[in-house]
């Protein structure tokens, strides 16, 4: 009964690969997000979708492209990675954007890039 | 623009002790929401508390307790009787209510080391 689930958890890959993370929550929730936890823990949102419409996206590079199918699913999918990507990827999901509620995050999937 | 600080970086304690989180921040607007998560060792954040700006009540969970002072634009986190299991890094967060793309400001993050 996972709220928000990401795939996969650790991802470690090579300089100038493409590579995908997936996202799911089953919170019955309107908005997803993406966010980045660089190595002093400093997490900043990269994106943010709507019933599978993007409302949020930050200045970040455009090799990072989000995708989603349905509003259960938001997956980010990086083009050309660099090292400067390594990071800890947070997904989270809340109810209709703009409302007080709270976020809920996934379990973070840490990319290496090497 | 607004912006959430956490002045206090790194916290030790021992066990059984009380232990305060301070949280500052910063926004122009007058309807604004504040945050507490958790972030243990395990790495996944943990929701802790919302605060709505027109509500200054403060709040008691357990041994956890928040204190909201509008007048000093402050949401402090006090931990009473402290445990091992309490080590975790605690973010407080803001979001503005201004619609459909409100964003979520974090602060840098504060992290408690319990020994035991």
């Known amino acids: 009964d996972t709220a928000v689930s990401q795939t996969p958890k650790y991802l470690v890959t090579q300089m100038g690969n493409d590579k995908s993370i997936k996202c799911e929550q089953n919170?019955?929730?309107?908005?997803m997000y993406w966010y980045k936890q660089d190595s002093k823990k400093f997490l900043k949102i990269m994106f943010s979708y709507n019933n599978k419409e993007l409302i949020i996206n930050e200045t970040v590079p455009n090799r990072f492209s989000p995708k989603s199918p349905d509003k259960a699913h938001l997956n980010l999918h990086i083009n050309s990675l660099e090292l400067g990507d390594s990071a800890v990827y947070f997904c989270?999901?809340?109810?209709?954007?703009?409302?007080?509620?709270?976020?809920?995050f996934g379990p973070g999937t840490r990319l290496t890039v090497t | 623009a607004q912006k959430v600080t956490q002045a206090q970086t790194e916290i030790s304690v021992v066990e059984k002790e009380d232990v305060t989180l301070d949280c500052v921040y910063e926004t122009r607007d007058t309807t604004y929401y504040l945050f507490w998560y958790k972030q243990p060792p395990s790495g996944e954040l943990v929701f802790l508390i919302r605060?709505?700006?027109?509500?200054?009540q403060n709040e008691i969970s357990g041994r956890y307790s928040w204190n909201f002072q509008k007048s000093t634009s402050s949401f402090n986190f006090t931990i009473t009787a402290s445990q091992v299991v309490d080590s975790a890094v605690y973010f407080c967060?803001?979001?503005?209510?201004?619609?459909?793309?409100?964003?979520?400001?974090f602060g840098k993050g504060i992290t408690l080391s319990v020994r035991p």
């Open positions: 967060a803001l979001r503005a209510y201004t619609g459909a793309n409100s964003k979520l400001t």
């Open positions: 605060r709505n700006s027109f509500d200054e």
């Open positions: 919170l019955g929730h309107d908005t």
């Open positions: 989270a999901s809340s109810q209709v954007p703009g409302s007080p509620y709270e976020q809920y």
